[in-house]
């Protein structure tokens, strides 16, 4: 009786530390509605999180790939300003498996203090301080 309480312990800690990307993608999500103007960019990565996930299959037997968190990071000068944008994965456009701008949410980030978040708000500021992107 012992050795199967152990293995169900062993059994849930293995599938609690398996991620799909649905789960990555709603983690993400929450976390954003924890931010806050004025945060510094530790607290930011602190709440959304820096860990490169592995992501598996519906049945979670197989890895079908790793996320990193942020997925993406780009800066920009602009006004005196360092701007560094923290790309987090946050919805689903397409079913391809392949992750694309719509489908990540900007995170803003002007000389390490949160400034906002989203795509109206970074688009905005890519306007009004005229910064280049590639």
């Known amino acids: 009786m012992k050795n199967i309480g152990l293995i169900l312990v062993l059994i849930t800690l293995v599938f609690s530390s398996c991620k799909s990307l649905d ?7 929450e976390n954003l509605i924890h931010l806050e103007q004025g945060m510094s960019k530790q607290e930011v990565l ?16 197989m890895p079908t790939g ?11 000068n602009a006004d005196s ?9 946050t919805d689903v456009k397409s079913t391809d498996d ?5 489908e990540l949410t900007p995170i ?14 970074w ?3 890519i ?6 992107v590639r």
Do not use: C, H
């Not at 602190?46 to 979670?60: H, I, N, R, S, V």
């Open 81 to 89: 300003s360092t701007f560094e944008i923290l790309f987090y994965y």
């Open 23 to 29: 789960d990555v993608r709603t983690k993400n999500r």
């Open 108 to 121: 803003v980030l002007r000389d390490n203090s949160l400034v906002g978040f989203g795509w109206s708000f």
């Open 66 to 76: 790793k996320i990193n968190n942020p997925y993406r990071v780009e800066m920009y």
């Open 46 to 61: 602190d709440l959304m999180g820096t860990e490169t996930q592995k992501t598996y299959a519906g049945d979670f037997t």
């Open 123 to 125: 688009e905005g500021q």
């Open 127 to 132: 306007q009004k301080y005229e910064i280049r």
């Open 98 to 102: 392949a992750i694309t701008d719509d």
